[in-house]
């Protein structure tokens, strides 16, 4: 039996590029679906890049979500420390010489005298306000002295000491001027004044004054004021009475 292949031969110019149009798109389809390439890796390429991508923006999301909330955190530290720890003048000024009062009580230690200073930080825009007072102790009285202002919960930082007297000392007493400074978040203008004659600009660490410690001592029943120069006798218990326009006293 044979075939006749001549109609084939014939219409050979009509069905081979027919036959060659579906051998091609068969193997363009077996290439793109292939794993190793074609669209299919392209695609699967794309596909793990997005997701990297994808992991990375999570990651930012994240860190971004962590540090909003170190940030409200601190936002709240400040404004706790705004609105409760430093206060203003008016609110704070019993207290503070409260606290300095019972530092130097409870190391047996009597102030002659308190010297005011106030000057504004310009970093934090905040008052920093000063107290500088002398007092005559043995050397273990002092460290309780400082010790005991440090850990007052009226945020008093224990700024400068320095020591006077002979350099061969004939006794074991010590007289030490020291100064103590917080921050407040308001000062009243006239409390300001009448308390340090003026409020300063701020002023470079190595500009400021030490006291001099020559503070004399108060008799025990002497009960003291402070005027305007803010430099007058305090009680035996260690406290000042501020007088002016303003009513603020510290209460022992």
Not at 64 to 85: C, H, I, K, P, W
Not at 120 to 144: L, N, P
Request: proline share 3%; aromatic share 6%; charged share 25%.
């Amino acid at each position: 039996m044979t075939v006749d292949l001549r109609p084939w031969r014939r219409l050979l110019p009509i069905w081979l590029p027919a036959v060659g149009l579906c051998v091609v798109a068969a193997a363009l389809y077996l290439w793109q679906s292939s794993e190793s390439g074609g669209r299919a890796a392209g695609l699967r390429s794309q596909i793990e890049e997005f997701e990297a991508e994808k992991a990375r923006l999570e990651g930012l999301l994240a860190q971004v979500e962590g540090e909003r909330a170190t940030v409200a955190a601190v936002n709240e530290s400040f404004d706790l420390l705004y609105g409760q720890v430093f206060r203003s003048l008016d609110d704070r000024l019993t207290n503070i010489l409260r606290e300095v009062g019972l530092a130097t009580r409870s190391a047996g230690l009597l102030p002659g005298s308190y010297k005011y200073d106030a000057e504004e930080d310009k970093k934090t825009g905040y008052v920093r306000f000063s107290i500088q007072f002398s007092v005559t102790g043995e050397y273990a009285q002092i460290r309780k002295l400082i010790a005991a202002v440090q850990s007052s919960p009226e945020f008093l930082v224990v700024e400068q000491i320095a020591f006077t007297g002979d350099e061969v000392a004939a006794t074991q007493e010590l007289t030490v001027a020291v100064r103590v400074a917080t921050y407040l978040s308001e000062a009243n203008r006239e409390t300001l004044d009448r308390l340090t004659g003026g409020i300063r600009g701020a002023a470079s660490a190595g500009d400021a004054e030490v006291p001099t410690g020559d503070a004399g001592q108060a008799p025990a029943d002497a009960g003291g004021q402070i005027t305007g120069d803010a430099d007058a006798p305090v009680t035996g218990d260690g406290d000042g009475q501020v007088i002016g326009g303003g009513d603020a006293e510290a209460a022992g």
